[in-house]
Structure formats: structure tokens, C-alpha cells
């Protein structure tokens, strides 16, 4: 069935450092990928998404492209700051609409 | 403009109790969603209303889920005899048409169940 596996955390990277959270997932078709973020305190925030192949989604200097062949979809960013020490979720959407989570990776930056 | 809202934003209750959960949508988004965060987990599909309809209330656990929409706005989830494992995370998130449009979500009600 669907489903989506990202790399375990916590991840703990100084400040500055370059990020890369895996994610691979397993769908029907062709289905629109995404990248969450969840603050501390804070709800669900979509962070970035691609809809079809070799698109990449860029936000806040995040960005991840949608490769088909792997079905893969990395979230990386060049330099973190504190500010992004939150808990990062891949997803998808099945066919019948439904998101489909990994289990979260949760990055720690430190100064 | 207001983001989806729900209430309360936590909720204690003790083994066996009936509990509500609300949500306001986003206005005129017609699509609804429930999902269920554990703990150290990435949320869990619920059940998806389309207006006044359950669209798909394929991951309700069992029949002490239950959700309505009445008039196709805030949309309530009511969990009967609540067990210790009831405890979560539950979100609600809208969208405007469903399918694969962009869901928006709530802060989520956290329950406890002691």
C-alpha cells in the first residue's frame, strides 16, 4: 500500500551546517509530493511541494525534488539556523486524496 | 484571513467518557479532514467529509469514531467510552475542492486519556 519513510531523527547540526532529511515513499501513480513543518507549539505548516517529475519545491531556502526513478523526494538546505529546529514531515497524497505521512524527522540546530 | 480553528486545544478526560472535538474550516472550503497524531508519529488519516458527506471514513478505528458535518462547516468528532490509547494528537484540515488541492490544518486538540 502507500506509504512514506523518511531517514529517523533527531538530527543535531550546528548552525550554518547543510541539512539533508531523506524520504522515499511508495504510491499509485504519479502523486503530488510535499514537505511539512512543524514548529514547536505550532500546527502543521506546508513548507514545500512538487506535482510531477524533476519538479523541485523550493521555500525559505529548502528545497526537494521529485525523482520518479527513486521515488525519492530529500529535503535539503544549505545553511540552517535555529530557527528551523522543528519536526519535518514528507507526504503524499494517495488516490483517494488522503495524505499519507512519514513518521517526522526532528532536527536540532544549535548556535 | 482565519486559518482552521479548533477547539478545545486540549482536552483531559478519564477512561470511558464521551468526548467531542471541534473544527472551523476555513470559509467556503468544501472539503474536511480528520487525522490522528501519536506520539513520535506522523498523522493518520481519519475520515474525509465532502460538504455535508463522509466522503471516505475508511481509517475511523472502530465504531466509537464518529464524525458529522451537518451543514457543511465545523465538523465535530465524537469519541464514545474513551480508552487510554484514544490519547493523541487530532487534527482537523480543510481544503477548497478535495482530491489533491492544498490541505490547511488546524493546531490539532491534544487528548489525554487517563
Known amino acids: 500500500g502507500d506509504s512514506v519513510t523518511q531517514m529517523e531523527g533527531p538530527v543535531t547540526l550546528s548552525e550554518e551546517a547543510f541539512l539533508t532529511i531523506n524520504c522515499t515513499y511508495t504510491?499509485?501513480?504519479?502523486?503530488?509530493l510535499f514537505w511539512y513543518v512543524q514548529y514547536p507549539g505550532e500546527g502543521l505548516q506546508l513548507l514545500l511541494k512538487?506535482?510531477?517529475?524533476?519538479d523541485k519545491g523550493s521555500n525559505k531556502g529548502f528545497e526537494a525534488t521529485y525523482r520518479k526513478e527513486t521515488t525519492s523526494f530529500h529535503l535539503e538546505k544549505g545553511s540552517v539556523q535555529v530557527s528551523d529546529s522543528a519536526v519535518y514531515f514528507c507526504?503524499?497524497?494517495?488516490?483517494?486524496?488522503?495524505?499519507?505521512f512519514g513518521q517526522g524527522t526532528e532536527l536540532s540546530v544549535k548556535p | 484571513g482565519a486559518g482552521v480553528s479548533q477547539t478545545p486545544s486540549n482536552k483531559v478526560t478519564e477512561k470511558g467518557k464521551y468526548v467531542e472535538l471541534r473544527c472551523d474550516p476555513i470559509s467556503g472550503h468544501t472539503a474536511l479532514y480528520w487525522y490522528r497524531q501519536s506520539l513520535g508519529q506522523g498523522p493518520e488519516f481519519l475520515i474525509y467529509?465532502?460538504?455535508?458527506?463522509?466522503a471516505d471514513d475508511s481509517g475511523l478505528p472502530n465504531d466509537r469514531f464518529f464524525a458529522v458535518r451537518p451543514e457543511g462547516s465545523v465538523s465535530t468528532l465524537k469519541i464514545q467510552r474513551t480508552e487510554r490509547g484514544d490519547s493523541a494528537v487530532y487534527l482537523c484540515?480543510?481544503?477548497w475542492g478535495g482530491g489533491q488541492s492544498e490541505q490547511f490544518f488546524g493546531p490539532g486538540t491534544r487528548l489525554t486519556v487517563l
Open positions: 512538487a506535482t510531477k517529475a524533476d
Open positions: 504510491a499509485t501513480g504519479y502523486p503530488s
Open positions: 467529509f465532502q460538504g455535508t458527506g463522509a
Open positions: 507526504a503524499h497524497y494517495n488516490q483517494g486524496g488522503k495524505l499519507i
Open positions: 484540515a480543510s481544503s
